[in-house]
């Protein structure tokens, strides 16, 4: 089971896999965004390269957990996902994703443009392994 996690930004989208057996999230990139079309085929060519069998995305809750804007942008992007290349697709609150990559890179003592870079990538890994974890029941 390989499951591909996302951290949908509106310029950028943070990537991450899981390794074949479901357990552990890895990045793998940021991918700056180009339009609907070409996003869509960007991951979908990836999930079939990589053998992708799910998809995991961060849903950008309020932090009183209902859903704004942002939100319905995040869904309505899965769902075209979804149909684009079968797979099913997932969500996961992903409210203080952003905070944790933000303390982990902080304390990694990486400067703000350094920080840039990463910070969309380690969220997805954050989202997936967070998804992964709750799925094994750890």
Aim: no cysteine; proline share 1%.
């Amino acid at each position: 089971m390989r499951v591909l996690g996302l951290d949908l930004g509106d310029r950028r989208i943070g990537i991450a896999l899981s390794d074949e057996t479901g357990t552990v999230a890895q990045g793998r990139g940021v991918y700056e965004r180009r339009g609907l079309e070409e996003d869509l085929a960007y991951l979908a060519r990836l999930a079939r390269e990589e053998g992708v069998t799910r998809v995991v995305v961060g849903l950008p809750l309020n932090m009183d957990g209902s859903e704004g804007e942002q939100a319905a942008k995040v869904r309505a992007f899965a769902q075209a996902l979804a149909e684009r290349t079968g797979l099913p697709v997932e969500f996961l609150d992903e409210r203080l994703t952003t905070v944790e990559a933000d303390r982990v890179l902080r304390e990694a003592g990486l400067g703000e443009r350094r920080k840039r870079k990463v910070r969309d990538k380690l969220a997805a890994v954050l989202i997936l392994q967070a998804w992964l974890d709750a799925r094994q029941g750890g």
